[in-house]
């Protein structure tokens, strides 16, 4: 393992809840055309960030579940979001999800998201399914949730989207 890839793996990662302050660093995130590619297909515009960031303060006022800032600790920098939320088309289910600058993939970052974002499920309601909705050519994403116990419950086309879901059932849960 080089140098660079052995910091990165070292790196202690924050997750803070968006605030109406942080807008522009969201808008900067999903504004790249790489890092939305599995997600809407191209960055969204200043309109379009408005809208999903407005929703996500939304949701953010649950205690708990919202839409986080994935930021490293050492240099402060934003390496991208991570969300755990009620899943809206069957709240029973939570739904994961993150995004990284194009940057840091392929670096570890995603799998300690991935962790920090069940052991909150698990706080949350260890009975509860986590699903993962991706992009089925989103072969990296879909490597990732099979690592932590995902099995794919359907592959199709979703409200005119490619769609790809995966679920961790939970032990004991339905």
């Known amino acids: 393992m080089s140098t660079k890839n052995a910091s990165i793996m070292s790196r202690t990662l924050a997750f803070e809840k968006y605030t109406r302050e942080d ?3 969201y808008k900067d995130l999903v504004s790249e055309d790489q ?3 599995y997600i809407s297909g191209k960055g969204l515009t200043i309109k379009q960030a408005r809208k999903k960031f407005d929703s996500i303060l939304e949701i953010n006022t ?4 919202g839409y986080f800032k994935v930021i490293d600790l050492a240099s402060g920098l934003l390496l991208g979001d991570c969300k755990l939320v009620n899943y809206k088309k069957d709240p029973s289910l939570f739904e ?3 995004l990284l600058r194009s940057e ?3 670096q570890g970052l995603g799998t300690k998201i991935c962790q920090y974002l069940l052991a909150l499920s698990d706080s949350t309601d260890n009975r509860k399914d986590v699903v ?3 992009d089925p050519e989103n072969i990296a994403s ?3 949730l099979l690592k932590f116990g995902f099995q794919r419950t359907f592959i199709g086309t979703e409200d005119g989207i490619a769609t790809e879901k995966l679920i961790r059932r939970q032990a004991g849960a339905s």
């Open 23 to 25: 807008f522009p660093l």
């Open 35 to 37: 890092i939305m590619k």
């Open 62 to 65: 649950d205690p708990v579940l």
């Open 96 to 98: 994961i999800g993150y």
């Open 104 to 106: 840091f993939w392929r």
């Open 132 to 134: 993962g909705i991706i």
């Open 142 to 144: 879909r490597q990732l």
